[in-house]
């Protein structure tokens, strides 16, 4: 199979940099060497995150810390922020948990603001509130520093954060905001290869978790806490991920934090500034655009599919035709991970150059 | 780091053909390249679970579908089966999770007979039984056809099989024992990396789950059927593990079945001979020894880490020095994934070069 350069929004391209220490020989989960490995990545995932807390890997992709944030920390009911497909789905994720879940939902590509949650947590009998910062189906980026400052006013609530395609692409400074939960997956912006979660919690959410008695095993927060003390994890970790990790940090530290988002934000803007020029609306309510992806409506009814085939043949790379019930009448491009700006220019001249050859479809009812 | 060959009880060494496999490109895990890749695979997954049931892969490692079994199948009492370190703990874990269960302790080392299994079940009130096929703890190979035989007395019950380091080098007919639940994870006797686990359910189970309202989502067994459905899988998948998984069942039918069994029980069987001869007692009960590690006492208080330590700088690799409570009383060496007879009589050869050398230490009190 050839390869084909995904820029669609995650998994994305990962380099052959990071494939090389991925595939890196096995060694003992119990061993020093593993203790040595977890222990020089994680000041560096601290840095990231900006905080003092452990910063944990969980063998699973974020839907597994999304659920297991549910089981730690929710015991009365959880506030799930609804605006796109993943985040829609972590209140029927909260039901099938057993929790009581209240939607905040609004259309897709709207955001969710700080006004509309404190509207709703002031109704009470809350504990936690759910939230996808980048709402990756959408493209659609809510204001989490206000967000953040809200929930702030109601102590018994904690909050939890996707960040699952905005971590290490933009600052998200955990301790200062006063989150509770963040996670992310790997295999987005920090274009690692699928199958693994970073995350943190904070104390007041170790102190809740604590209270709960059926939190389970495999994603209990007090376990990985516990376990981090001796650079451990509770269960047999990917290894390969952690190598991985140690691989990409390394990158993003000689880089530069502010270089790396500077990079993320000019991608977007000049992915945006086409999506102008060409006559495609963006998806997402304006002023809260993704700075990760670009979602554009299908407004001149291209094939994407045939779009993309062409891109596959004469570009070996593919764009994402849409998610979920925006599939079709929308269009994803991915700028995150390791894109540069000349990449993300030659990739847009690529579309230029298959687009009048893709045609268009009948406009979807 | 220089590679060190692992005859530990998994992680185990990874082929360099199996880690190509595993470090090829990123595919998107919702595009028609995913759905080939697990379709590919399938089939022969299913043959060497002896199933006509949909196999699946579980981006965890074994605990999280061990977690996951007790979570869509037990409503009322389980039975944990406990011999060893891995067993043991999974009756921690089904408390932790809110079940109710209901021990059977043998001493470390002793076999669970289905005699044992028997008296208990008849007590009444059990909806499912834990089992850990080979303990890896111990190197206790446990009855499982004697057990599941029993267990089918009892039509209320679901047999939960945690096969993680027998699976692929034994015979295990899930169909025809008419087990319920079978597991194992990638890095033992697939000799995969760490960070993925395979799995396969009844029907039986399949009708319990659907009867049980908060079994979660990331673990839920009626999500994985309803994807598999369209070869997809219900959250992001490690799509490094599938390949890797592809490049082994092509090696495993390279070799065939029959042969790779028979490769496994000759290197045990040399093992435990060297073993023997050279005053070591096996662990285990007699009759009930592992086919993909020798667990010995350490009869003759070698001094394990030194022993180790010579044998990664002379022969770069080691052996394991005992796990948990009987770490230093006992060791192991592993003979399962990739290894010849040839390379197991020439790594015994190492271990009696470094014995002289390593010495001995007080025995443990």
Chains 1, 2 share one sequence.
Request: glycine share 6%; proline share 5%.
């Amino acid at each position: 199979m050839p390869h084909i350069k995904l820029f669609s929004p995650g998994p994305i391209e990962v380099s052959e940099k990071t494939m090389r220490a991925f595939s890196r020989p096995m060694i003992g989960h119990r061993s020093k060497d593993f203790q040595a490995l977890y222990a020089d990545i994680h000041p560096k995932l601290q840095q990231v995150i900006y905080t003092q807390q452990p910063v944990f890997v969980s063998t699973s992709s974020a839907w597994g810390v999304m659920e297991g944030a549910l089981r730690n920390l929710v015991s009365k009911k959880v506030l799930t922020c609804m605006s796109g497909a993943f985040s829609d789905k972590w209140f029927d994720v909260a039901k099938k948990n057993g929790k009581t879940a209240e939607p905040l939902q609004v259309d897709w590509g709207t955001a969710i603001t700080a006004e509309m949650i404190e509207a709703k947590l002031s109704e009470g009998g809350y504990d936690a509130v759910t939230l996808i910062h980048n709402e990756t189906s959408t493209g659609t980026l809510n204001p989490l520093k206000e967000i953040a400052a809200v929930v702030q006013k109601f102590p018994d609530v904690l909050l939890i954060v996707d960040c699952v395609s905005s971590f290490s692409a933009m600052k998200i400074p955990f301790d200062e905001l006063g989150l509770d939960v963040m996670l992310a997956g790997t295999q987005k912006a920090l274009a690692l290869p699928a199958g693994a979660a970073v995350f943190t919690v904070s104390e007041k959410a170790y102190a809740k978790a604590a209270t709960i008695k059926d939190r389970g095993y495999y994603f209990d927060f007090l376990e990985f806490r516990k376990n981090k003390e001796n650079d451990m994890t509770p269960t047999t970790p990917s290894i390969s991920h952690f190598y991985a990790l140690q691989s990409k940090l390394e990158d993003i530290f000689a880089e530069g934090l502010e270089a790396r988002y500077a990079r993320h934000l000019e991608n977007a803007r000049i992915t945006r500034q086409w999506a102008e020029k060409r006559g495609f609306e963006l998806f997402p309510q304006k002023g809260y655009e993704s700075i990760t992806l670009t979602c554009c409506k299908n407004t001149k009814n291209v094939d994407l599919p045939k779009l993309n085939s062409l891109l596959k043949k004469k570009h070996s790379c593919v764009i994402d035709g849409g998610y979920g019930k925006i599939k079709g009448t929308s269009f994803r491009i991915s700028t995150m991970g390791d894109e540069s700006t000349e990449n993300i220019v030659e990739l847009l001249g690529w579309i230029d150059e298959c687009l009048p050859e893709a045609g268009t479809v009948e406009p979807a009812k």
